[in-house]
């Protein structure tokens, strides 16, 4: 029997729907979906549809889609702009077009919140559309526009990640956010006075001058030698907060892991418990009641950062590298100015620290390399917008500010402290008036400046009837960077070291010492001494470390050629390079020491006869304390001198009478009946 061709056509066709019906499950849907919306399968990332005539053909084996495979290397590769809902996490660029920020004319800097856990900022402004850069974070409960309450810096906590403290500043400001915006009032007054910074280094004080309201470069070998240096100048400059309130206060921004910021704050506290127990103090019954006080006050707020307790006066802004995009990298130092003025306002001294610049500046260069990228990929995939002229204008992208600009903002902030007394005060006392402090009515006919430096610990003896509320705030700038042989591995150290002031090099030794100062930099920046006493000593010291760098040299040489060394060659060398590392690594017990007593604790290092050929840190620290217990049990003789030091300050501007003076100190020192000994 013969059937027609259209019969069987329709009972082929209408077997072969039913088997699909049978074997799909209902998923001819997702079938007829995707062929209607070719990427309806990336979106939801559904099961595929595969024919097959097994019943277990998907638990024995899954077939691979290599059309989604290589979908999915192309979105890696070129990521494109996609709706709020579908959009990558991992995206720190987007591009958003002008009709949806049509509502406010946007700014360069400007800052836009995309959601509770997303901010955005303005990085480049295009005809068509803006270029956006994310800040992604963690939104605690509670911080939102509408609360109407919002926290002061320092009320809870003192550290923030990029994105927090944007967070603040986006809920504090009712106006709109700009983070390129900063307002720098400057003062121009009579006179400069420069206060001594605190640092645990002595020679930095006698070569380098390292004072408030300077730029300072610290280039280090290890990170070790720069953590130590870090705690060093946060100790220290705190301390000085339990004698004097609201003296110091430090602004810390960072790129480094979680880990380091707890070690770095764990070695503070240590430091501070350990300045208290050798100081002279005495508060409580006891020494354990003594420093309990003292931490109290240095701990009064509870500030705690991963179980570590964080001082009160010391605001820490940490830019993660796992956690934080680089777009929040590369705006934290800007951040961290933000509020400068109002601190200013509360304390004497700021000092702003901007930790490991050079991971930084290699994060921005990294960040600037994928916003270039990200835009001409974008255009490109385009082909209208790619054929108009104005496209080829727009393939060009910029971070707002390069690197080298951010730094000069950076170091810009820092100011010396100025004499601020009413002009009716200066016509009376016959000096000149005070100038005006607009920058733009300025007149520098009327102004006298005076640059005299004088140590923080003589000031009160050199200008007695100058009040220290009569001065303004100063800020010191600090930039930490790693030791990078060749000027091209690091463009922006080279940058940076035209820009300070001052610069300390940290090396790498294996006698036990963390650090020391790179003597041949120091040495050759001169400074003119009005001290004639300082310049003296200053001079001998150079003597010492130039004889000590001749003979190690000739000393190795003739290992090397097996040349005889003469006895008197070692004992040289021997001697002058324990000078050399007592004063390369002083303890924290110099910190007490007035402008005096340094003076005679470096001329009992420059006449006593060292023999030890030995040297470690325990060494060091043991000749610090015999020194002071040497000192206390000869008080009735040093106070003769001492007193006679400061009644004829002004004469030691003389030279002559410099030099009488220290051969008076030595006298005192040869003849004293139970000599100084230093026993290892």
């Not at 956690?323 to 304390?347: C, E, Q, W």
């Not at 000027?487 to 002031?501: F, G, M, T, V």
């Not at 017990?589 to 325990?618: G, P, S, W």
Request: net charge positive; proline share 2%.
């Amino acid at each position: 029997m013969k059937v027609p061709i259209s019969d069987i056509r329709r009972v082929n066709v209408a077997s072969f729907l039913s088997f699909i019906l049978k074997r799909c499950h209902g998923n001819v849907g997702v079938a007829i979906a995707s062929k209607a919306n070719p990427w309806c399968h990336y979106i939801k990332r559904g099961r595929h549809f595969v024919t097959s005539s097994g019943g277990n053909q998907f638990e024995k084996r899954e077939e691979r889609n290599l059309f989604e495979e290589e979908l999915k290397n192309v979105y890696k590769q070129f990521t494109i702009q996609r709706d709020d809902n579908n959009e990558s996490k991992c995206e720190e660029i987007i591009i958003v077009c002008d009709d949806v920020l049509s509502e406010n004319k946007k700014r360069i800097g400007d800052v836009v919140r995309m959601d509770d856990n997303t901010y955005g900022v303005v990085l480049q402004l295009n005809k068509n559309n803006t270029i956006i850069g994310k800040i992604r974070g963690k939104m605690e409960k509670g911080e939102k526009p509408n609360n109407g309450n919002i926290p002061h810096v320092g009320d809870e906590k003192n550290v923030y990640s990029p994105f927090e403290y944007l967070n603040y500043l986006y809920l504090l400001r009712k106006e709109k956010l700009n983070i390129f915006s900063h307002k720098s009032e400057e003062m121009y007054d009579k006179k400069v006075i420069k206060k001594q910074l605190h640092v645990n280094h002595l020679l930095i004080d006698m070569f380098s001058k390292i004072n408030y309201g300077q730029k300072v470069c610290v280039i280090g070998n290890t990170d070790e030698g720069k953590k130590n240096l870090l705690t060093s100048i946060l100790c220290e400059n705190l301390l000085v907060n339990l004698v004097k309130n609201k003296e110091n206060f430090f602004i810390l921004c960072s790129y480094i892991h979680n880990s380091e910021i707890v070690n770095i704050l764990q070695n503070l506290h240590e430091q501070f418990r350990n300045s208290l127990i050798c100081s002279g103090k005495k508060i409580g019954h006891s020494e354990e009641e003594k420093e309990k006080y003292e931490m109290d006050k240095l701990y009064s707020k509870k500030y705690m950062y991963e179980n570590v307790q964080i001082p009160n006066d010391l605001l820490l802004i940490n830019s993660t590298p796992q956690m934080d995009s680089k777009v929040a990298t590369y705006i934290s130092p800007i951040l961290s100015l933000h509020k400068l003025s109002d601190y200013k306002k509360f304390y004497k001294n700021v000092i702003l620290i901007l930790y490991n610049v050079t991971n930084y500046s290699e994060t921005v260069w990294q960040l600037q390399s994928e916003m270039s990228s990200f835009v001409k990929n974008y255009y490109r995939k385009n082909e209208e917008i790619r054929r108009t002229n104005e496209a080829i204008q727009t393939l060009f992208s910029a971070l707002p500010f390069s690197v080298y600009t951010i730094i000069s903002k950076y170091v810009s902030f820092a100011a010396y402290p100025h004499f601020a007394q009413d002009g009716d005060v200066h016509s009376k006392q016959g000096k000149h008036q005070l100038c005006v402090t607009h920058t733009d009515e300025r007149d520098n006919s009327r102004c006298s400046y005076d640059f005299t430096t004088w140590k923080f610990s003589d000031l009160p003896y050199v200008q007695e009837q100058l009040r220290r509320e009569y001065t303004t705030s100063s800020v010191t700038s600090f930039l930490f960077f790693d030791h990078v042989k060749g000027q091209e591995k690091c463009p922006i150290q080279s940058y940076a070291l035209s820009l300070s002031e001052n610069c300390i090099y940290l090396m790498k030794n294996n006698l036990g010492i963390h650090s020391e100062v790179n003597i041949k930099h120091v040495i050759n920046n001169e400074i003119v001494e009005e001290n004639k006493i300082w310049e003296c000593t200053k001079n001998e010291i150079k003597k010492v470390i130039h004889k000590r760098n001749y003979l190690q040299t000739l000393i190795e040489n003739k290992k090397i050629m097996n040349i005889y060394i003469d006895h008197w060659e070692m004992e040289d060398f021997i001697h002058y390079n324990n000078i050399y590392y007592i004063l390369m690594n002083t303890n924290f017990e110099t910190f007490y020491f007035n402008a005096f007593q340094r003076i005679v604790f470096l001329r009992n290092i420059l006449t006593y006869n060292f023999t030890n050929d030995i040297i470690t840190q325990k060494h060091i620290n043991t000749y610090h304390m015999q020194f002071i217990s040497y000192y206390v049990e000869n008080m009735k003789y040093f106070s003769f001198l001492e007193a006679e030091f400061f009644k004829n300050f002004q004469l030691l501007n003389q030279l002559e009478y410099a030099l009488l003076f220290l051969r008076k100190i030595d006298a005192v020192l040869k003849h004293i009946k139970s000599p100084f000994t230093c026993v290892p």
